[in-house]
C-alpha cells in the first residue's frame, strides 16, 4: 500500500526478552518518527530521524531502546529486556523533508507491545 | 514544558448535534496548533491546523481558531454524523520537530 507500514501489529512478550518493530515509511518521506502510545494517553515522542541518521533521540526513555534506519527507508526500533511498563502502541509516522514543522505527519496504524 | 491539555472523557452525541471539544495550550512562544482524528481501524491523520494567532483551521465541517488570548484551540462541527466518531487529539510543535499530544477524546455519534 500507499501509507506507513508496521510490523508486527500486535506482539505479545515475556520481560526481559528482546523486541524488534519495524516501521516502512511512504516512499520518499525523508523524516521519520517513532512515537508511544500508553493506555489513555496521546502518542509521546520518541525518536526523529532524517535520512539516516537519529536527528533527535531526546524522548528514548533509558538506553534498552533504540533504533536504526540504515538505509534512510524502513526503521527498526529495538527494545532490551523488556518491562511490563514498556506495554503501549509504538507508532511510527513520516513525513517529506522538513514536514514536522508543517505538523503533517503520516502515521501508521501502530505495534501493540504486551510484556507479561 | 510545552505541552497542550484536553478536556477529560468521551463524548457521547446524536447524530446533527454540535461538537465542541475543548484544548488549551501551555508554550513559550506561539507554536502551530493541529487536531489530529484517528478512525477505528486507521492511523492518525491531521485534521487541521493553525499555525498562528487568530488564524482559523478547517476542514471536512470542522473548524478551530486559535486563540492567544485564552491560549485555546478549541475544536467544533456544527452538525455531526455517524462518521465523525473516532478519537481526536490536540497537539502543538515544539523544540525540534517533535509534536506535543494532549490525551485524546473519545466521540461517539449515535444515529
Known sequence: GAGVSQTPSNKVTEKGKYVELRCDPISGHTALYWYRQSLGQGPEFLIYFQGTGAADDSGLPNDRFFAVRPEGSVSTLKIQRTERGDSAVYLCASSPQGGANTGELFFGEGSRLTVL | ?111
Open chain 2, 1 to 111: 514544558g510545552d505541552s497542550v491539555t484536553q478536556m477529560e472523557g468521551p463524548v457521547t452525541l446524536s447524530e446533527e448535534a454540535f461538537l465542541t471539544i475543548n484544548c488549551t495550550y501551555t508554550a513559550t512562544g506561539y507554536p502551530s496548533l493541529f487536531w489530529y482524528v484517528q478512525y477505528p481501524g486507521e492511523g492518525l491523520q491531521l485534521l487541521l491546523k493553525a499555525t498562528k494567532a487568530d488564524d482559523k483551521g478547517s476542514n471536512k465541517g470542522f473548524e478551530a481558531t486559535y486563540r492567544k488570548e485564552t491560549t485555546s484551540f478549541h475544536l467544533e462541527k456544527g452538525s455531526v454524523q455517524v462518521s465523525d466518531s473516532a478519537v481526536y487529539f490536540c497537539a502543538l510543535i515544539y523544540g525540534n520537530n517533535r509534536l506535543a499530544f494532549g490525551k485524546g477524546n473519545q466521540v461517539v455519534v449515535i444515529p
